[in-house]
């Protein structure tokens, strides 16, 4: 079950649907409650599966989220990566965040399989919330995004 958000590069009039122009990137946006099935699977919002594709790449993110990416949009963060000098704070992030990778496809009906490691990392049980966030789409906990979500709303509402 989706429950609000959207998402959106540039709305047509009737706010409802996404146009895309040829030199815009993907962009997620809006937050969605999920449910996780009995054999852990659960679909991803309808309104993210054409600009995710089939491959998605998903690892671990900060404050114990998932963070889960187009596989296009995983190669680019992989070339920025080659670039970084030599900064040990750059490379634990790509330790962290490279080690704890997974290619998953998402299947015929839109659903996805975390690995269990991944799970464990972020303690998903039912329900999660998923978010979109720029580039990339993000998997909670749902406790987790509550309480998230109540920091960010006393810090800049």
Request: aromatic share 10%; with cysteine.
């Amino acid at each position: 079950m989706e429950s609000g958000g959207i998402e959106c590069l540039s709305v047509g009039n009737s706010g409802n649907h996404v146009e895309r122009g040829k030199n815009e990137r993907t962009m997620f946006i809006g937050e969605y409650t999920h449910t996780v099935d009995e054999k852990n699977r659960f679909s991803l919002p309808a309104k993210f599966r054409k600009e995710l594709g089939k491959r998605v790449v998903v690892t671990r993110g900060k404050d114990h989220c998932l963070f889960l990416y187009p596989h296009k949009t995983w190669v680019s963060i992989s070339e920025e990566v080659k670039k970084l000098g030599h900064v040990e704070s750059d490379h634990r992030y790509a330790r962290f965040t490279f080690s704890g990778a997974s290619e998953i496809e998402i299947d015929s009906i839109g659903r996805i399989l975390i690995p269990e490691f991944l799970r464990e990392f972020a303690d998903l049980k039912n329900p999660i919330i998923i978010t979109g966030v720029h580039d990339r789409v993000e998997i909670w906990n749902a406790l987790n995004w509550s309480s998230y979500r109540k920091k960010l709303e006393s810090e800049y509402a």
